[in-house]
């Protein structure tokens, strides 16, 4: 009797312990597609032979937005040198990696083809995500505008 309590009750901690750590195991494994996502961005941009001109953008800080079909997008620009040197993305419904991973990849990635690039001219969407794309490519449109008219 006492051999059957202990037997189960090793079962009952081995099982919660296993149930404990499937959230952090889909973390991982979602962290590492992060990883691969920004590697194989990274391999396209670069055998695509992308030129930085520089676009001649005037310098200060920017906030576009757009009505996103989730709800609004706010970035703000960062322009420098007459460069875009960062896009931050300051509202969106996207910003948990965890709840929609493709959003999440789109507001990482996208910002970073566009400082690469100098535009938005060109830029892709992600796929799973093309209605974030598309908002979040409107939001730097806008702001951009803004640098130009200044």
């Given amino acids: 009797m006492e051999r059957m309590r202990r037997k189960r009750r090793v079962i009952f901690i081995l099982l919660f ?3 404990i750590n499937i959230p952090q ?3 991982f494994y979602l962290k590492s597609k992060f990883k691969e996502w920004e590697r194989q ?6 055998s695509s032979g992308v030129v930085e001109e520089a676009p001649g953008y005037n310098d200060g800080e920017y906030i576009g937005s757009s009505k996103g079909k989730r709800g609004p997008v706010r970035i703000r620009i960062t322009i420098a040198g007459g460069r875009i040197n960062d896009i931050e ?5 996207a910003s948990n990696k965890y709840l929609w991973p493709p959003a999440y990849k789109a507001l990482i ?3 970073q083809r566009i400082i690469r690039r100098q535009t938005i001219k ?3 969407a992600v796929s799973g995500a093309t209605v974030t794309s598309k908002d979040l490519l409107l939001a730097v449109e806008n702001a951009i505008n803004m640098s130009k008219e200044r």
């Fill in 17 to 19: 312990l296993l149930i």
């Fill in 25 to 27: 195991i889909y973390i």
């Fill in 41 to 46: 961005e990274y391999e396209s941009l670069a």
């Fill in 89 to 93: 993305a300051l509202e969106h419904s």
């Fill in 109 to 111: 990635s996208i910002p």
């Fill in 122 to 124: 060109g830029i892709d």
